[in-house]
């Protein structure tokens, strides 16, 4: 199909349409207005829209999506617009619209006797997590930009996060949704059900598929009980195979109660300690790399206590363990937090980084970290590699940067490179080139180069029966049949 909007009338006809639907305060157009939601965060891409459209309900994110349909007017969802992979932005300037969920904001519902929380799509995470607290529950998903992204957007790419180690991604946490169809037409699935066995379950259709099937406003979430207790620590390994080595001593005495195991080498932390100068080194000596390990549970802090103390001493026994540190209040163990979900921030004022968000096996991460670490040294003499992420569930953020910063520009036009070389390594080991920042615009090509013909077929054809003239977030995620 064309990207030019439109095709039954001029762009002020299709404008005035959308007022009428929206309200003038639903429909932005003017440059200045639409430029906060006309780049991606990481700032690589920049275009702007034929408009932003800001609906307050459903049922105006479905009017406008019928008329987007019935003019051939190609739209992109947006949430908190915090993605890795510009998959929220408009790819072509002028000719696609953006649905901005910001004003979708309320909380609908909340049962704390089943365990569920039911939200708008434009609700920010960390508001659902203090709205889950006030009920005396715990809502799971944690991230980096949890003060900003929304939940729409945390589904539609399937968030990851710090507690998949014992929750799972964003996806396991959904048990209904309510979804605008690319005609306009609404599905309302928002089933607060554990047990649901009638036929396929489309939710799952929706979530990660990052817009292109369908535009989520509302989604029921699941809740757990509060813990009443948390232990944080933060020790040294000599390299990450010791790391994954304390993952498993960690599971095999503390069970499900552990709930971050965060992987974090030196360079990270020099780059940290550098770009932001609220943060101390914790330890006296330097050492190459660092786990930040969490426990909680609905009871028993000095239990909690004396396990990762047993495990450490154990872990410093046998040499797998240097040095380590158990928070002492919580707000210690916050500041040890803040430091792991501040490294990409520091990392972005940094450098220029040819980012990696992969997963492997667990059992393969250290090989993974030492073969593309070598290979890229070898490639790219000099370089700079940070390496960081969630042991506990095998994804790496492996990022590289030139070695000066004059090289930085000519490093990163060859990324193209570095992304085959790490990608090919990671897929031979039986991993993935994304594990939780999707798709967008950003690794199409990659998911072209890795996906098998018969999966890309397969994807194509849903793509076709729910968007078949192809105005949901056109240029996302699929390559083109």
């Not at 073969?371 to 095998?394: M, Q, W």
């Amino acid at each position: 199909m064309s990207d030019s909007p439109a095709a039954s009338g001029t762009r002020e006809a299709l404008l005035t349409r959308f007022v009428h639907a929206l309200g003038p305060a639903g429909v932005l157009t003017e440059t200045a207005d639409m430029a906060p939601y006309a780049a991606d965060w990481r700032g690589r891409v920049r275009a702007e829209p034929l408009a932003v459209l800001r609906p307050s309900t459903s049922a105006e994110v479905a009017a406008a999506v019928r008329i987007c349909a019935q003019t051939r007017t190609p739209l992109v969802a947006q949430g908190g617009n915090t993605g890795q992979c510009a998959g929220a932005v408009a790819s072509v300037a002028r000719a696609q619209v953006i649905v901005s969920l910001s004003r979708l904001n309320r909380i609908r519902a909340l049962d704390a006797q089943n365990d569920t929380i039911t939200v708008e799509a434009g609700c920010v995470l960390a508001r659902v997590q203090e709205a889950a607290t006030a009920a005396d529950r715990l809502f799971p998903l944690s991230l980096g930009a949890e003060g900003s992204c929304q939940i729409g957007g945390n589904l539609a790419t399937n968030a990851g996060g710090t507690a998949v180690l014992r929750y799972g991604n964003a996806r396991d946490l959904v048990l209904g949704l309510e979804v605008v169809l690319a005609d306009g037409s609404m599905w309302d699935g928002l089933r607060a059900l554990r047990k649901d066995n009638t036929g396929y379950d489309l939710k799952q259709l929706f979530l990660g598929s990052e817009g292109t099937l369908g535009v989520i406003t509302a989604a029921v979430l699941k809740l757990f009980a509060a813990p009443k207790a948390a232990c944080t620590a933060l020790f040294s390994v000599s390299e990450p195979a010791a790391a994954v080595t304390m993952l498993n001593r960690f599971r095999a005495r503390c069970g499900d109660r552990l709930t971050g195991f965060e992987l974090m080498s030196r360079p990270c932390l020099d780059i940290l300690f550098k770009q932001i100068a609220r943060f101390r080194d914790p330890f006296p000596t330097r050492y190459p790399w660092y786990v930040l390990a969490e426990l909680r549970d609905t009871h028993g802090a000095d239990e909690l206590r004396t396990m990762v103390e047993s495990v450490l001493d154990a872990g410093m026994r046998e040499r797998h363990v240097q040095d380590a540190i158990v928070a002492r209040s919580q707000a210690q163990a916050e500041q040890l937090w803040r430091m792991r979900e501040e490294i990409p921030e520091a990392n972005r004022r940094e450098a220029p980084w040819v980012r990696h968000d992969v997963a492997v096996p667990v059992s393969r991460i250290a090989e993974f970290i030492e073969r593309a670490s070598e290979a890229l040294r070898a490639r790219f003499p000099g370089i700079r590699i940070v390496a960081f992420g969630h042991v506990g569930d095998g994804n790496i953020h492996f990022n590289a940067t030139a070695a000066a910063d004059h090289d930085a520009e000519a490093f990163i036009a060859r990324q193209h490179d570095v992304y085959a070389l790490v990608h090919d390594l990671v897929m031979a080991l039986g991993g993935s080139f994304s594990a939780e920042h999707g798709i967008g615009l950003v690794k199409v090509d990659q998911l072209a180069r890795y996906k098998s013909p018969i999966e890309l077929a397969l994807m194509q054809r849903i793509k076709g029966a729910l968007d078949p003239i192809g105005i949901l977030n056109p240029g996302k995620v699929l390559p083109p049949s």
